[in-house]
């Protein structure tokens, strides 16, 4: 229906705003092999000196394996919560069904301030009595909390997309309840479960706002960025940082766009 | 075989076999288990947090001792109100978050049209996935590029000086333009999958009837993509609203979220923070049920 002048516009428009999207990534890629310390523009020369100095960057070593911690934490209970709550929505019909999507959604869809603040303060009330101070485990506890819905939304598409028959039939050839879900449902869903896994994590590991409540004295990567911000000295490393933060990200995205793709074992046959 | 089986004494069951039978009678049982930990989690943790939260926005400190005083009022609330600061930072927060909502409407709408009705279904994947990536890239390195194009020795003014013109360094516009630039895919994603629905007997129709391409786009594309759009507006409105980290970055103006950080920090005012902070989640469940009404939800 469209004419050729608006095909052409259109083709146009999409090529604009993609080079809109990816162009200031681009700036800051080139930033991290800039040959001076200044950021101006245009850059000088290319070197790889900052790279080095980076990986050789105690601090940045530090926050790299404190984000990992944080996120590999905060994936696992995601994991098991969110895997929980999508059984029992798609499997049951219970009272209060309908709410648990809302719930879920609740911590991502308000502003982070506000469940950062929320977090902040239960943890000074509950925790901090009990000699838990704000640290790595309380930025597990805390992205967790708004990885569930990814865990959740992954698995419940999944479960929706598989007919309940197998799991019935497997019960019928005799296994019982752990077996289904060992030799069937887990099966079925791994995929899913692995495509959220993947999501919860770049989700964890690029958080910043929530985590500003919650770290305490602990420097994940994204807040190792935004305190040395503020360091024209440390400029060059953020670049080398920011780089890299932006090509590990896309890995689990891209592979979970392709695990999701593919739908598990009953579209194969 | 049956009859074999009830002669049989029965097999000696495991404790694991004797819980599965005793769960699959009964179903309540199940789903409680299932659903125990996240709920815990979700309503104690983080619901029990969030009401605390709004609890303390009814407190108050006291002017001496800086300590928080217990009896509930409405005195922060009224200092929100009265206080021409913190009534302009409201102003101005809703005011970027409207705008930001608009521009990223505008800019969506060719790219998502593209995607979903133009582009080969192999140009469509890659498409998809050129949006999905910068959008869970991190939040704090696409700031950050954007402070370092946007600085007076940056790539903007570069590329601008040869037309004699100046760019806007740092301010509201410049927390404008990130803003927009930060939930783009926001809007992209729903936007593509609600054009994408639209059926194409419908455009046709249109077309057979006489409309022109224009007129299609107004009378038939454009209503049946308002829940679409509506729904990427949530993200982008609401994004905008609860930030504090671009307008620290790009601008030296405060938004909501700015005063509601220092005063957790270093004013240690938690109840003025508190109610503060709830003035951002009430104009969500406004905008909310507003978008509920035009059907957003399901677009979600």
Known sequence: METRTARIGLRVATLLTLAFIYLPLGIIALYAFNQTRTQRWPISGLTLRWWDKAF????????????????????????????????????????????????????????????????????????????????????????????????????????????????????????DTWQTFRYVTLPLTRTALLAGGLLA??????????????????????????TNLSRPNQLPIVNVVAVSLVLLSAIPVYLASRLTQESGILRRR | MTSIAYESPPPRRSLGRRVASFLYRHPRAQVSLLLATPL?????????????????????????????????GLQNFKTLVENDVYRSITIRTVKIAAAVTLTDAVLAFPIAYYMARIATPRVKGLLVVAILMPLWSSYLVKVYAWRVILQENGALNWALSPLGVHGPGFGEVAMWL??????????????????????????????????????????????????????????????????????????SVQFI????????????????????????????????????????????
């Not at chain 2, 950080?261 to 109840?271: D, E, I, T």
Request: glycine content about 8%; overall charge neutral.
């Open chain 1, 56 to 175: 050789h960057n105690p601090g940045v070593r530090d926050a790299v394996l404190r984000s990992i911690e944080a996120a590999l934490g905060a994936t696992a209970i995601a994991l098991v919560l969110g895997t929980l709550a999508a059984l029992a929505v798609q499997r049951y019909r219970f009272f209060g069904r309908e709410t648990i999507s809302f719930l879920v959604i609740l911590p991502i869809a308000l502003p982070g301030i506000v469940t950062g603040m929320a977090l902040n303060a239960t943890f000074r009330t509950v925790l901090e009595p009990f000699g838990v101070g704000f640290g790595i485990f309380t930025i597990m506890v805390g992205h967790a909390t708004f990885c569930i819905v990814v865990m959740y939304n992954n698995v419940l598409a999944r479960l929706r997309r598989s007919s309940r028959f197998i799991e019935e039939a497997s019960m019928d050839l005799g296994a």
């Open chain 1, 201 to 226: 994590f770049a989700l964890s590991f690029d958080e910043v706002i929530v985590t500003t409540f919650t770290a305490g004295a602990v420097k994940t990567v994204p807040l190792w960025i935004y």
């Open chain 2, 40 to 72: 815990g989690w979700l309503v104690i943790a983080y619901l029990g947090s969030l009401g605390v939260l709004f609890a303390a926005a009814f407190w108050r400190l006291d002017p001496f001792t800086a300590n928080i005083v217990r009896d509930p």
């Open chain 2, 178 to 251: 990130v803003f927009s630039y930060l939930w783009l895919p926001y809007m992209i994603l729903p936007l593509y999958a609600g054009l994408e629905r639209i059926p194409e007997s419908l455009v046709e129709a249109s077309g057979d009837l006489g409309a022109r391409g224009s007129r299609t786009f107004r009378s038939v594309i454009l209503p049946l993509a308002l829940p679409a759009l509506v729904a990427g507006s949530i993200f982008t409105f609401s994004l905008t609203l609860g930030d504090f980290i671009t307008p620290n970055l790009v601008s």
């Open chain 2, 257 to 300: 979220g700015n005063v509601v950080y220092a005063n957790v920090g270093v004013a240690n005012n938690l109840p003025l923070a508190s109610a503060f902070a709830t003035v951002p989640v009430l104009i969500m469940i406004v905008y909310l049920l507003l978008a509920k009404r035009l059907g957003a939800f399901e677009s979600l």
